[in-house]
């Protein structure tokens, strides 16, 4: 593995529960992005145009770290933080706006 590739944490049980109550194509789509996401550096991460990789100044996780969302899909957001290669999958959120509400 590369040194700066990501590793991906979908342990959450929130992103979980989201994943699991999506239907079929929804599902299909956010997988697919997961696997995309998993052959990419933090640098084309922080860098695709389509991801919209961008901080949530307004929230902060459990131990106080920087929240990021990121499109995941045409339909949904995802919340996520980054601890060293680890990308921490939070949530999913269905618009843009329910991404930077806890």
């Given at each position: 593995?590369?040194?700066?590739?990501i590793q991906l944490d979908l342990n959450n049980?929130?992103?979980?529960?989201?994943?699991f109550e999506l239907q079929k194509t929804e599902?299909?789509?956010?997988?697919?992005?997961?696997?995309?996401?998993?052959?990419?550096?933090?640098?084309?991460?922080?860098?695709?145009?389509?991801?919209?990789?961008?901080?949530?100044?307004?929230?902060?996780?459990?131990?106080?770290?920087?929240?990021?969302?990121?499109?995941?899909?045409?339909?949904?957001?995802a919340v996520a933080y980054r601890e060293e290669?680890?990308?921490?999958?939070?949530?999913?959120?269905?618009?843009?706006?329910?991404?930077?509400?806890?």
């Amino acid at each position: 593995m590369a040194l700066d590739q990501i590793q991906l944490d979908l342990n959450n049980p929130v992103f979980q529960k989201g994943l699991f109550e999506l239907q079929k194509t929804e599902q299909s789509a956010v997988l697919r992005a997961l696997k995309k996401l998993s052959q990419m550096s933090w640098k084309q991460i922080y860098e695709d145009k389509g991801l919209h990789w961008e901080q949530i100044h307004s929230l902060h996780g459990k131990q106080g770290e920087k929240l990021y969302t990121f499109r995941i899909s045409r339909a949904f957001r995802a919340v996520a933080y980054r601890e060293e290669n680890w990308m921490r999958i939070l949530s999913l959120n269905p618009d843009h706006d329910s991404a930077y509400v806890s």
